[in-house]
């Protein structure tokens, strides 16, 4: 940051110990992780560089530092377009028209965030899709219900729907997979993190009844 000719001046500072390493291409993440990189980090190079030249300076630092990383100029290209095209920017860019583009980007408003009571809510975020509702609709009646036979009947769909999303580890014909559910609620956290053995036939027998079960349940 400076004050040059009576206007404010801003770049990306990197401390001289900085190195160029950034999550290598050919690491074992998802891809949707490492093309966020970059478009988080062009993202700052648009929002901390007042002038064209800063701009332009820093962001082939990027590319060299991406290029030594193993990705590809396609990719970073691709990335480095994505950024200005999110906040609907379809000009070229060039030294006339950065800052008017540069501050719209700046006062784009910014998506709200939900948040979560998590006091009242369940974050299944490792549930497929395809059960989400239902577990969580499970999840609202048990509890808020005091009824001691229901409850039962609840944990025993919450247990077909755990398994049923994780993958099933079979010890000696016994079942013990519901030591990783992923529940943000403290109150009841033992409940359902409670390591538990099921033998097959125990699991069939609750299989036949967790549809009649579920709708006894939506008419209650």
Request: glycine letters at 0%; hydrophobic letters at 40%.
């Amino acid at each position: 940051m400076a004050d040059i000719d009576g206007k404010l001046f801003t770049k990306v500072y990197h401390k001289p110990s900085h190195k160029p390493y950034y999550l290598p291409y050919n690491s074992v993440h998802p891809i949707h992780i490492k093309k966020n990189i970059i478009f988080t980090m062009l993202l700052r190079t648009i929002r901390y560089c007042s002038t064209f030249e800063a701009y332009v300076h820093e962001r082939e630092s990027l590319r060299m530092a991406f290029l030594l990383n193993k990705y590809s100029n396609k990719c970073i290209d691709e990335q480095f377009n994505k950024t200005w095209s999110k906040f609907y920017i379809h000009e070229t860019i060039d030294y006339n028209n950065y800052d008017r583009l540069r501050q719209k980007i700046i006062e784009h408003p910014e998506k709200e965030k939900t948040w979560i009571d998590y006091n009242k809510i369940i974050y299944l975020k490792n549930y497929p899709v395809f059960i989400r509702i239902n577990v969580q609709y499970i999840w609202n009646i048990y509890m808020n219900n005091s009824n001691k036979i229901v409850k039962n009947l609840l944990d025993i769909q919450l247990i077909i729907l755990t398994l049923l999303s994780r993958p099933i580890i079979f010890d000696s014909a016994k079942m013990n997979n519901l030591c990783t559910l992923d529940i943000k609620l403290t109150d009841t956290y033992e409940i359902l993190l409670t390591k538990a053995a099921y033998d097959d036939s125990t699991l069939s027998l609750f299989c036949t009844i967790i549809v009649p079960t579920d709708f006894h349940l939506r008419y209650l």
